[in-house]
């Protein structure tokens, strides 16, 4: 699987105008749907930190959710002291808030929030991923080299098929872009089941965690109750043109690898 083409990752540049499109549709997202208030833990992607992940938090927070960032500082891959500190954070949150916890993670923190979830069910309500390599090498992305380097994997490590294995063991929505130009868009397709979907919008990676559509969809899915997790529904007139099937042939995969 290739990784994103030059003219993708160029267009990456995109992501100012998503960031600031937050603070232009701020008074648009306060009547997203809203839930019961549980804990949603956020994880960032690679090499980046809970500031990466403030508007997305603030947002949540917005709407009554007991918004968590990870703690973990800069993310540098799935580590053994990173994945026990979120093992420990998960409980810790459980325990506080009496409700079991949502993920959301935005790019490597999407694998890492899957694989969590694989690692503990009983604990975690539901994950949403964002631009996340949930699937394929890693070489089919354009910063392999970047994770290897800060993370001290190599892109063979079998290791890292932990982070890719499997069906989902609790509700999961991919949220993906075929314009993503650091991952490999089929990369982000997660393994459809009853209680996993893949859901496309027109976003770049580095600007997903600000994007407003993005920001919405990800409400949506945290609205639902607890057990009672049911398929994203498209069929309004404004969702239809945000929100789009990824296995339906558009313009996009004209310049998507």
Excluded: C
């Excluded at 994950?127 to 190599?154: A, D, M, Q, Y």
């Amino acid at each position: 699987m290739k990784p994103p083409s030059p003219l993708l990752l160029a267009m990456e540049g995109r992501a100012m105008f998503e960031w600031a499109s937050f603070a232009l549709a701020w008074p648009w997202l306060k009547n997203a749907p809203r839930g019961d208030g549980h804990p949603v833990l956020v994880l960032p992607g690679l090499v980046a930190g809970d500031h990466s992940t403030w508007p997305l938090r603030r947002f949540l927070s917005q709407l009554g959710y007991a918004a968590s960032p990870w703690e973990q500082g800069p993310n540098f891959g799935p580590r053994d002291h990173i994945i026990k500190g979120l093992v420990d954070k998960v409980r810790f949150l459980q325990d506080k808030h009496g409700q079991k916890v949502s993920l959301v993670g935005w790019s490597l923190g999407g694998a890492m929030a899957n694989a969590l979830a694989l690692r503990m069910p009983d604990r975690i309500r539901q994950v949403v991923t964002l631009g996340s390599p949930l699937t394929g090498h890693p070489k089919g992305t354009n910063v392999w080299r970047i994770f290897e380097l800060v993370s001290g994997f190599r892109h063979d490590d079998p290791r890292l098929m932990e982070l890719v294995d499997g069906k989902p063991s609790v509700p999961t929505t991919s949220i993906m872009s075929k314009t993503d130009g650091i991952v490999n868009w089929r990369m982000s397709l997660a393994q459809e089941t009853r209680i996993a979907e893949n859901i496309e919008v027109s976003a770049t990676h580095l600007g997903m965690g600000a994007n407003p559509a993005v920001l919405w969809a990800i409400a949506d899915r945290l609205a639902q109750p607890e057990g009672k997790w049911k398929p994203f529904e498209r069929s309004s007139a404004w969702r239809s043109l945000l929100y789009r099937d990824p296995h339906e042939f558009r313009l996009a995969d004209l310049i998507a690898p």
